[in-house]
């Protein structure tokens, strides 16, 4: 005999759970009675469900392994849901739980009833609401399956109080999810390889389908035997080692120049595990208008789904790549493809930054660019979002996959502190940073005692320039500088309120002083937050303003 | 030559999909995130395990292909048949009261549609018609200005075998 919350948690160890994040509630207390229970298993109590989430899913990106959160029902379950849906946005593993008000009671809007599984929907790639044993078995089960399989994505499961408590032998699952993956054909790895050795200026474009996949080593192989330089999306940055000569950054909307160009100038595109998002594309009609596309992708979905390929090719990106890889090494006598030659480093040098380490207030991209020195290759970098997500975007250079850690397709502040914590607990010996801007700070900052409480030391540097600076800049830009509900006012000291929440803290404006303050956090091993008060007004750029092409970057005001 | 009752953009899909709570919603709701409205909709249980749903709904050509892709990788779904309403729709059934009849015009109905009729008070009839969508809207064609309330079920019987996994 079990019980349903003893059986959830022998579920969840079965399936190699030892972390989880969350809240307790009422509705779950009969499951928060046997974790107490299991001693082998870590339980880090958030200060709100959302950041319980973003943990969830920082610990999910950086491991490769589903990350888990619990909490309870009604408000503790609206609460996760920016979480969830953040996950299921970058097509990260994350299974929630909530507790539910039991099953006689649902639908009477008793206390802390809300309808969570009609609000998962739209935000999962499934969720679950057991009413018996049997379903709980199989809810769980399947959820770890599905979360997993294929394209990654958040679980849902409500257990309503009454089916926690319930006692007995569960039977068989009622149903197995299967998931087969997807094979492409020789015909089309073939025809693949031959346009991509026979193109004159192919490029790659690496998402986060590559660093899901594993690919990255794949990828590496394909671009050096063609000779092929290779920019990334937002969240397949990392999936090339940045430091490569034929690595060129993130394209799209706040793209390096070089990556912008080679991605316009090439007559051949592939483009593996990523979905031409519009954040990646600008204006799709112009995006790489001289170059023939070849489209590979996990989801079958995704192929067409914007923008029609010239070939489709559904598979696993380590497989596709691999087999592209051996083909084209047959169809080649000597190696390379590629005529870039001389044109690729031109567009190289073009695309260097320049950095001034004396400003004061600091330039938020110098704050960046000096943070590197301070991240070793097995470290790792959350973001926020907004200009401090696209600083980091250009100016940190990754020198692995999973080392960047961001909010890609919600884009949502206040993801990059918890999701650090989250990190931070999957990896105690590792360094972990949070590249925040004050706005971000302070959407999640309340996560900070959890760090502090379960000593995992995070650093968060706030590029703090008293602005909600993106849209700022857009103001500044396209509304004629008409600044409206942007200005934070700079009242409120961020280095103080971290102390307060038991974090050291440093404030500086001064580089020299970041350095020493990041010395000292690195060194001391604590969590830290060193606010940066960087200049005001400051833009991101290159960027390409909404609905135009990559051809209209704009690379400064 | 006759114009076509179905217009181009009208597609049938048949749906083998988990049979457990909130199956519909989700499915539903894949349409309605896009802004596609269901005409029709039937659903049965087959098996303990499993249920079929039974959808009409207009949509272009080149957005029916990624419905049908996202369809197919959803967990609830088990599997996904393209029908053409065309051919493979056996049956619908329409059931409607029209005003303004007369005996003429119920032996009109049950020669042509072989409708069951039934005259009711104030001139008005009942129809209740089994027909496959050519018919029914036909039916509808001809009678929309007579037509005081009606209910349409959806595919009732189609023709899409289905496979023995």
């Given amino acids: 005999m079990v019980s349903g919350s003893k059986l959830v948690v022998d579920k969840l160890r079965e399936n190699g759970v030892k972390t989880m994040f969350g809240i307790p509630g009422g509705a779950v207390l009969p499951l928060f009675d046997d974790l107490h229970k299991a001693s082998d298993m870590e339980f880090i109590l958030a200060r709100h469900e959302q950041g319980a989430t973003h943990m969830a899913d920082g610990y999910a990106r950086a491991t490769g392994r589903a990350g888990v959160v619990i909490v309870t029902s009604g408000p503790g379950a609206t609460n996760l849901a920016t979480g969830v849906a953040n996950a299921y946005l970058d097509s990260s593993p994350v299974i929630s739980i909530a507790g539910q008000v039991a099953t006689p009671l649902i639908g009477y809007d008793g206390f802390q009833e809300a309808n969570i599984f009609s609000m998962m929907i739209g935000l999962t790639k499934m969720n679950f609401l057991p009413r018996n044993l049997n379903e709980l078995n199989s809810a769980i089960d399947n959820a770890f399956k599905i979360a997993l399989s294929g394209r990654p994505g958040p679980v849902h499961i409500d257990i309503p109080r009454d089916v926690q408590l319930m006692e007995g032998e569960p039977k068989n699952n009622t149903y197995t999810y299967s998931y087969r993956l997807p094979s492409p054909s020789d015909e089309k790895i073939t025809l693949a390889s031959k346009m991509l050795a026979n193109a004159e200026r192919p490029v790659i474009v690496s998402g986060g389908g590559v660093i899901i996949s594993g690919a990255s080593r794949e990828l590496v192989a394909l671009a050096e035997l063609l000779n092929a330089p290779v920019v990334t999306t937002l969240m397949g940055k990392g999936s090339m080692p940045e430091d490569h000569p034929l690595a060129l950054g993130c394209v799209g909307m706040h793209g390096r120049v070089g990556a912008i160009r080679v991605v316009q100038e090439s007559d051949l595109l592939l483009a593996v595990g990523m979905r031409f998002s519009d954040r990646t594309t600008g204006k799709l009609s112009g995006f790489a208008p001289k170059a023939k596309k070849i489209h590979v992708d996990i989801d079958r979905s995704e192929i067409g789904k914007l923008l029609q390929p010239d070939l489709g090719i559904t598979g696993d990106a380590k497989e596709v790549l691999s087999r592209i890889h051996a083909t084209i090494l047959k169809l080649l006598q000597k190696g390379k493809a590629g005529k870039w030659g001389e044109r690729l480093q031109q567009i190289r040098r073009e695309s260097e930054f320049l950095y001034d380490y004396d400003a004061v207030p600091a330039k938020p991209s110098t704050v960046v660019k000096i943070l590197n020195d301070y991240v070793r290759p097995e470290d790792f970098v959350t973001t926020e979002v907004g200009q401090c997500q696209m600083y980091a975007s250009l100016h940190f250079t990754a020198k692995r996959p999973r080392q960047f850690i961001s909010s890609g397709g919600l884009g949502t502040m206040g993801f990059g502190l918890p999701a650090a914590i989250g990190v931070k607990a999957a990896f105690r010996d590792r360094h972990v940073f949070d590249i925040a801007g004050d706005g971000s700070f302070f959407m999640t900052c309340n996560q900070l005692p959890v760090a502090v409480d379960y000593n995992l030391p995070i650093i968060v540097v706030v590029l703090n320039n008293y602005f909600l600076g993106m849209v700022r800049q857009w103001q500044e830009l396209f509304y004629d500088k008409r600044y409206m509900a942007v200005d934070l006012k700079g009242k409120a000291d961020i280095a103080r309120v971290s102390e307060g929440f038991g974090a050291k803290a440093f404030k500086t404006m001064r580089i020299s002083e970041l350095k020493e303050a990041l010395q000292t956090a690195v060194k001391q091993g604590e969590t830290t937050v060193v606010d940066v008060i960087v200049e005001r007004e400051d833009n991101v750029f290159p960027m390409i303003p909404p609905a135009a092409t990559l051809d209209e970057v704009m690379v400064g005001r | ?165």
Wanted: hydrophobic letters at 40%; charged letters at 30%; aromatic letters at 6%.
């Fill in chain 2, 1 to 165: 030559m006759k114009k076509l009752a179905i217009d181009e953009n009208q597609r049938f899909l048949v749906l083998r999909v988990l049979n457990m709570p909130g199956v519909m919603e989700r499915i539903c709701s894949i349409f309605a995130r896009r802004g596609i409205n269901i005409d029709t909709i039937t659903v049965g249980v087959l098996n303990g395990n499993s249920s079929e749903i039974s959808l009409t709904f207009s949509l272009p050509q080149e957005k029916f292909g990624n419905i049908v892709k996202i369809l197919e990788k959803n967990p609830c779904v088990l599997e996904v048949k393209i029908g053409s309403l065309e051919s493979d729709v056996i049956r619908e059934a329409f059931v409607a009261i029209l005003k303004g009849c007369d005996s003429k015009d119920s032996d009109h109905i049950r020669i042509k549609y072989r409708a069951k009729t039934t005259l009711l008070s104030e001139s008005r009839l009942l129809v209740e018609l089994l027909a496959d969508p050519r018919m029914v809207n036909d039916f509808k064609e001809e009678f929309a200005d007579r037509i005081v309330s009606f209910s349409r079920s959806g595919v009732m019987i189609h023709a899409l075998g289905r496979s023995e996994s």
